[in-house]
Structures are given as structure tokens and as C-alpha cells.
């Protein structure tokens, strides 16, 4: 007899999904049995929190472009899901999470946990997802599947949420075609690519070929739409110096001579020099947020600006573009190339060249020390000449993030780089890395954590182990950040041992204190068969963000009042690029 698990998880396989990651409860048990009976085709990673499956279905979604999916039983399990869910609805990531419900007869008792773990999952996940469906009934069930497959690809994506009751769940199904039929325009993000207006696309190359400084900001929509190639075209046409947000890093080869960097108070400081000095700014894929604008200090007053999204909110929401372009990346991208008339900028990308390379000559002094404890900036120097093509990244939040975006460059432009930037929480790493594995199965997953949040989810260790994934998870261990009182995570009776935890747990571990280690212990690392966790004693005192270096330097326990938060008023972008350089 088959039943309603069944017709989900076939649902599932003619989506193509191939993995999902969760952690079973009784509610979810015909899903568990359907998937089961279809292993040979979809795959699932057990978790040791329900947290990380989000964060895996997460990272799966990002280097694939398909949904990534996640299940969770109801009540305690569901609102672990929350950092997840959250990640992937403010970073615009394509996931669907199935979540376990109370019968349907129950609904009477589900407040105030008079039925256990009874709560209102509904209005919970709408407000961290781009939709929450509630399953009323077996027959409804398949349109409610597409229904979350068509919402996660189409528009702006984003995670949605789909709740099965569990006598819904259990109940008896016979097959039917009708029942499986899928949309297979869904099985990936963008489902469709509009393109931007060709009045509004006409405006934007006119304004770029008058720019004599462009320069153009990458966000995560450039990897969303895989329009790498276009926007290197793009470049290379105007002589544009091209930088990007966290999640866009990779969008261009940082190794070419027009690439600044992250833009970021954790970035490099020639990405912020050379925006401050363009005329023309095109913001491609991005949101503009606080962090890439450097507290919306950008774009500044004299900059014309052109912004394209795919959605249309986000079209003068922190500024008024003197162009906007509501469209697909790549699709727009494509139309503006097609009429740009395009001219050579050799000075500023003279300019451009000395600012960048005076910006890594700086970064090369760090990142060659022999200073003991270890500086974060030499780990990452000898993590990056040992990394090849379609090896990931996973950064955790944080300090690790600035590491990570300043000091290990994308040697090309896809998307080999994962942070946790729409939530920013601790603990993403080393759970997105399963998800990270499940997408690149051929590639060398590399976790970049500081000691804090890689304590956040120690317990998943096991599953990589479970796994066999070919993980590598770097701790920059500074048992505190010397900064404000209560995150001295040891004392002189407790200096835990993130190696030992490891070995425990099922993977190799390796403690390296001395800088001349790092070379030894990253090569076996890189080779081994099985995870490795890699525990690095560094530099308390370090730190990527410039504010809180000279805050060390001075022994202040607290930020002066307005040294990093000033809000920059809401202003419109001038229609021609400045005449000469602010």
C-alpha cells in the first residue's frame, strides 16, 4: 500500500531534487518511508540539528541554482529552521522546507501546547518566508508542491514553506498520473529572465559611455542569474574597475587587473577607494545594504548611478538611481552590451591598477608574517595557494568572513565562495558545507570559522564524518576577541581542543600553533579521505575591520557614540557623471 509520503517524495524526484537534508520526527515518517523507497535517486543527509538542514539546503541551492530542500517535523524542529530560512529569504536563495504538522482534527488543541508542540507553524514561517502553504488535503497536495517549486524559482527567490499534517501525510494514495504531473520551468532559479526596458536600457549605455571612472558593483544576483560572462564582457568593453559584495565574490576573476575586491568594511581598501572616486556606478545584483555601501555612505552625491535588479523593490529603495534597470542580470546585461557603443578608459584603469596593487602590497606584509600566535591573514595566504578550481569556500560570520573576502582571492569567476550575509549568523558554516559537498561532489569543501562560531555546530562534525565528506574546517581559534567583556570562550582551566572534539567525533584533527605548521598540516588536510578539522591558535589582537583596529589599539572596551553607524539620508543620483573626481 503506498501512501501520501510517496506521492511527495515522487513529487520530489520529477523536480529533480537529489538531496534533502533534515531530521525525521513521527509526523514525518511516510516522507521518510517515500524517500527511502527512492534512494537510489534522491539522497538525504540526516542532521544533528534541524538549524542545519536549512543551512545546507541553503549552500545546495547556491552553487546549483536548483532548490534546495530541507524537512523538519513540527513544533521544536520547526523553529530551529528559523536562521536558515531567514539566511535564504534576505539572501534570495531558492529552498523549500517541508514541515511536519499536528492532524488536522487536532487544531482545537494546537495553542499553548495543550496538543505537544502544538504552535502556530503558519503565521511562524510567513514571516520568514517568501510563503508559508498549509496542506489541507490529500488531493490538494500536488498543486501545493508546484505551487512552492513556481514561488522558490520565480521572481525574487526565496524559500517557501510547505506544511503537511500528518494524517495528510499518512494517508493512503494510489497513484495517478494527473497527481505527478510537475513544471519543469521550476526546477531551477530564474525560472524566466525579463528583461529590463529598452528605453531604460538605451539610458544606462548612454550614461556609461560618457563615464570616464565606472566601475560596477557585483552583488549575489550576478552568480543567481550566472552572468559572469556578460559582466566580464561588460568590463573589459569600458575599461570599468569592477567590485563586489560578499555574496557577489567570484563574479569576476580577482586576479584580472580591473578587480578591487569586496566591498565591505571586512573587504580590501582599494574597493572602497576606487568607489569613492568613480563617476558612473553600476550596481548589478545587488541590494546596496548597509555593509557593501559602507553604511549607505555610498553611492556619494556626485556619482550617477544605475542599479539593476530583478526585483523591483529594491529600485530606490536605499537611493534613487539615475537609471534603473528592473530585469534578469544576465538577460539585461546581455540587451546594454548589444547597444553599447563601448570606448577604452586606459587612464583610470592606470589608476585603478596602482590603487590595487598598493591595496595588496599592504595585505602582502600580514599575510607573510611569521608572528606567533598566528595571524588569520598568513592562515589564508597558505590556504589560498593550495586551492583549485571548484573547491569551496564556506566562510562563517564574522571575522572569518573579512579573512576570507580580503585575503583568499577568486581565481575565476563562478561561485566558489559561500557567506552567510543575509542573516549573518554564527554556526553556517560547517552545516552548509554538507550542502556544499551534495552540490560539488568532485571538489574539496574548505570551512573557515573563528572559534565561536564554529562552536555553534560542533554536533554536525558527525554527520561530515558519517558522510565521508572531503571537508576541511579551519578554526582560528583566538579564544577571545579582546574587545569586549564576556566572549572569552577559555581560561587556565579549560582551553578546549577543537582537534580532540574532532577525533571524537569521527574526523582527523590537527592543532597548529607555530606559522610554519600551516603548510604541512593544510596539505594533509586537502588530501585526506575523510573530514579534517584543522584547529589554528591566533592572533587575539587581530581583526579585519579597521574600526575596531584602532579601537584595540587604544584598549577601549566600548565604540565612541556615532563611529560606525551614521545614517546617510535618502538622496537622488545626478543624471551625468561628475565632471571631475570628488
Known amino acids: 500500500m503506498t501512501h501520501v509520503g510517496d506521492l511527495l517524495a515522487e513529487l520530489l524526484a520529477r523536480y529533480g531534487v537529489t538531496h534533502v537534508f533534515g531530521q525525521p520526527g513521527g509526523q514525518t515518517a511516510a516522507l521518510y518511508d517515500g524517500l527511502a523507497r527512492r534512494e537510489a535517486r534522491i539522497s538525504h543527509a540526516l542532521v544533528r540539528d534541524e538549524r542545519s538542514a536549512a543551512y545546507a539546503a541553503d549552500a545546495f541551492a547556491r552553487l546549483t541554482g536548483r532548490p534546495g530542500v530541507c524537512d523538519v517535523t513540527v513544533g521544536p524542529a520547526t523553529t530551529k529552521l528559523a536562521d536558515g530560512l531567514v539566511e535564504s ?33 503558519l503565521a511562524f514561517l510567513s514571516a520568514i518566508t517568501k510563503t508559508a502553504l498549509w496542506v489541507p488535503s490529500v488531493v490538494s497536495l500536488p498543486q501545493m ?58 539610458q544606462a549605455a548612454a550614461l556609461l559611455e560618457k563615464a570616464r571612472r565606472p566601475l560596477i558593483v557585483a552583488g549575489g544576483g550576478v552568480h543567481a542569474s550566472r552572468a559572469t560572462t556578460e559582466l566580464a564582457e561588460l568590463a573589459e568593453r569600458l575599461d570599468a574597475v569592477v567590485v563586489t559584495s560578499f555574496s557577489g565574490k567570484g ?56 542599479h539593476l535588479d530583478a526585483d523591483p523593490g529594491e529600485l530606490g529603495r536605499t537611493f534613487r538611481p539615475a537609471v534603473a534597470l528592473n530585469g534578469d542580470a544576465r538577460a539585461t546585461l546581455a540587451g546594454l552590451l548589444a547597444v553599447l557603443r563601448g570606448r577604452g578608459r586606459p587612464e583610470w584603469r592606470r589608476v585603478a591598477r596602482e590603487v590595487i596593487e598598493e591595496s595588496a602590497r599592504q595585505r602582502s606584509v600580514e599575510e607573510g608574517s611569521g608572528a606567533v600566535p598566528v595571524l588569520p591573514q598568513r592562515v589564508m595566504r597558505e590556504l589560498a595557494v593550495r586551492l583549485r578550481p571548484g573547491d569551496v569556500v564556506v566562510s562563517d560570520a564574522s571575522f572569518s568572513a573579512g579573512w576570507v573576502a580580503a585575503h583568499l582571492p577568486a581565481r575565476r569567476a563562478a561561485r566558489d565562495f559561500l557567506f552567510a550575509r543575509g542573516q549573518g549568523g554564527l554556526g553556517y558554516a560547517v552545516p552548509a558545507a554538507i550542502g556544499a559537498a551534495a552540490a560539488r561532489p568532485a571538489g574539496r569543501i574548505v570551512t573557515v570559522s573563528g572559534d565561536g562560531g564554529f562552536s555553534y555546530a560542533l554536533g554536525e562534525l558527525a554527520t561530515h564524518a558519517q558522510l565521508r565528506l572531503r571537508s576541511v574546517n579551519v578554526v582560528l581559534n ?56 584543522i584547529d589554528v591558535r591566533t592572533d587575539p589582537a587581530s581583526t579585519p575591520i579597521h574600526s575596531y583596529r584602532r579601537r584595540l589599539a587604544e584598549k577601549q572596551s566600548h565604540p565612541r557614540p556615532g563611529a560606525v553607524y551614521q545614517l546617510v539620508p535618502w538622496r537622488r543620483s545626478p543624471a551625468e557623471p561628475a565632471t571631475e573626481p570628488d
Open 251 to 306: 563574479a569576476v576573476d580577482e586576479t584580472a587587473p580591473y578587480a578591487a575586491g569586496v566591498l565591505n568594511p571586512l573587504g580590501t581598501t582599494a574597493s572602497l577607494q576606487l568607489a569613492r572616486r568613480a563617476d558612473v556606478v553600476l550596481w548589478c545584483g545587488c541590494k546596496v545594504g548597509q555593509n557593501t555601501s559602507h553604511n549607505w555612505s555610498l553611492p556619494r552625491a556626485h556619482q550617477a548611478t544605475i
Open 89 to 121: 529569504y534576505n539572501a534570495s536563495v531558492p529552498v523549500v522546507a517541508l514541515v511536519g504538522e499536528l492532524p488536522r482534527d487536532w487544531a482545537p488543541y494546537r495553542a499553548m501546547g495543550v496538543a505537544s508542540q502544538g504552535f502556530d507553524q
Open 145 to 202: 508542491v508546484r505551487t512552492a517549486f513556481r514561488l522558490a524559482t520565480t521572481g525574487r527567490p526565496g524559500p517557501v514553506a510547505l506544511i503537511v499534517p500528518h494524517d495528510v501525510l499518512d494517508a493512503d494514495w494510489q497513484p495517478d498520473d494527473a497527481d505527478l504531473e510537475v513544471d519543469d520551468r521550476h526546477r531551477r532559479a530564474p525560472a524566466y529572465r525579463p528583461v529590463a526596458s529598452t528605453e531604460s536600457i538605451e
Open 478 to 533: 583566538n579564544g577571545f576577541d579582546g574587545l569586549r567583556q564576556s566572549v572569552d570562550l577559555e581560561s587556565q582551566r579549560l582551553r578546549p581542543s577543537y582537534a580532540a572534539v574532532a577525533e571524537a567525533l569521527g574526523c582527523a584533527g590537527l592543532r597548529v600553533e607555530q606559522p610554519d605548521e600551516l603548510g604541512d598540516a593544510l596539505d594533509a588536510a586537502l588530501d585526506a579521505d575523510r573530514p579534517v578539522v
